[in-house]
């Protein structure tokens, strides 16, 4: 076994180019276990927690780029405005864990219960990686993240980051589990509406074998917002009938499995109640902005 | 692989596998047996160190990623004699049973104290969530905190 230390991101991705088979390891929080408890033996790896180019975030031109490196505790600190990406990045793990953790490495590990992952997938990110020679590529997460465990980079590439657009509005983030800390999900749920766009998006981590989102019931919470003229009326909400179905419809795009954590029948009820009560907070989140401003 | 890291203030090289976590190194080639290990998978805060500033599981770091980088453990809190205020508070109201979480409780206390001198009980609660005691001594080690963070203040 080898571990590399480069200093920079095209020395780190010259290695992968010589070596495709080398493992990254950033905050080692998911590979560390494996090595620890002999499940796994790369023959090399390559830290790229050194690598300055993947710990920098940026706005540019309406958008935010997210370097793979950039760990949750820094998340919480610097990017407040993001609202469900903090609370996603305040329920991972404990200080400890949050201190080395990083987006990259849920897209990495890129495991249904990933926490960042439902908020990049109601974010619409595009996951952008790197080769060497300064080749570089972004994906739809949709189409980065193919299934359990499984992403679509290349060997020889490595993930620079996450870059998404900014969007004007209320959203949340909620995961379900048994402690209030320390917790792999048993169902999350990110919401996020778009009062530009007039558009909802919902994703769910943790019902299904990669993240989903809820298109049905993102198209009636837009029908059912116009319908009662609510987008113009940030007083506005829905009816309890109306949340309720907003909540059965996305419950309805959960394709969750019995295991350890919690059965199937649980986490599609678990998904109806976290819709309902994201939607009633954004529908609070407008009406406080509004007395504010 | 050989390691140098800054341990405690001073340089030091440990020839390790290179799949070796930091916890390892420290307690099994430099001799600084104060983290404890158990979990081995960051649930149970017993190896809680800084690396470069930062609390962190010992378990959870490959030794190469301590290279060239600053260390701190447990044992660099107290000065021979002299112990460190969070350590006087955890002796003087019994916040230790069996005393094996102890060591990554105090570090993960005085990383908190470091950052927020005046926490409240949910901000103790969400700090120390990382560190388990099994012998369920929760509401003692709530106590040495506040008894801590009133002494550094006071300091």
Redesign the interface.
């Known amino acids: ?3 590399l ?1 480069p200093r920079t991101l095209e020395e780190a991705l010259e290695i992968k180019a010589a070596r495709p088979e080398a493992v990254p ?1 950033a ?3 998911d590979l ?2 494996e ?3 002999d499940r796994r ?1 790369p023959a090399l ?1 390559v ?1 790229v ?1 050194r690598l300055p180019e993947l710990r920098e975030w940026r706005r540019e031109n309406g958008t935010v780029f997210l370097g793979a490196g950039v760990t949750f ?1 820094r998340i919480i600190r610097e990017l407040p405005e993001f609202v469900p990406l903090v609370q996603a990045s305040r329920t991972v ?5 949050r ?2 953790g990083t987006v990259g490495g849920n897209l990495g590990t890129a495991s249904p219960a990933g926490d960042a992952l439902p908020v990049l997938a109601a974010y619409d990110a595009e996951i952008v990686l790197a080769a060497a020679g300064g080749r570089r590529r972004a994906l739809p997460w949709h189409q980065f993240l193919v299934g359990p465990k499984r992403h679509a980079a290349a060997p020889d590439e490595l993930i620079l980051g996450a870059r998404w657009g900014i969007v004007r509005g209320p959203g949340s983030f909620s995961k379900v589990g048994p402690r ?3 917790v792999i999900a048993v169902a999350s749920l990110c919401l996020v509406m778009d009062e530009g766009a007039r558009a909802f998006r919902v994703a769910l981590g943790s019902v299904g074998p990669t993240i989903l989102r809820a298109p049905e019931a993102e198209a009636f919470a837009v029908r059912a917002l116009a319908d009662a003229g609510a987008w113009d009326d940030p007083r506005a909400s829905l009816s309890p009938p109306a949340l309720q179905e907003f909540g059965e419809r996305v419950a309805a795009a959960a394709r969750p499995i019995d295991d350890v954590r919690g059965t199937a029948a649980y986490r599609r009820h678990a998904c109806a109640v976290l819709a309902r009560r994201a939607l009633a907070w954004a529908f609070e989140d407008r009406r406080s902005t509004s007395r504010s401003s | ?1 050989l390691v140098r890291a800054n341990v405690n203030g001073e340089w030091r090289t440990a020839d390790v ?3 070796a ?1 930091l916890l390892h190194m420290l307690r099994e080639h430099l001799g600084l047996p104060g983290s404890k290990n158990a979990c ?4 149970c ?1 017993s190896c ?1 160190i800084w690396l470069d500033g ?4 010992a ?4 030794a ?2 301590a ?1 060239e980088r600053e260390v701190r453990t447990v044992e660099a809190l107290s000065a021979r004699e002299t112990l460190h205020p969070v350590q006087e508070a955890f002796l003087e109201v019994g916040a230790v049973q069996c005393g094996f979480c102890t060591p990554g409780l105090i570090v ?1 206390v005085a ?1 908190l104290l470091m950052l927020d001198p005046s926490p409240d009980e949910p901000a103790v609660r ?2 120390l ?3 388990l005691c099994r012998c369920t001594g929760y509401q003692k080690i709530l106590d040495a905190v506040r008894l801590a963070a009133e002494r550094m203040r006071a300091r």
């Open positions: 076994m080898e571990v230390l390891i905050g080692g929080t560390m276990v090595l620890n408890f033996r790896m830290d927690s505790t793990g404990s200080p400890q864990i201190n080395r209030n800390a320390m | 692989m596998w290179a799949g976590s081995e998978q960051g649930e805060g809680s930062e609390l962190v599981c378990c959870l770091v490959l190469g990623q290279h993960a990383d969400e700090a969530s990382g560190n």
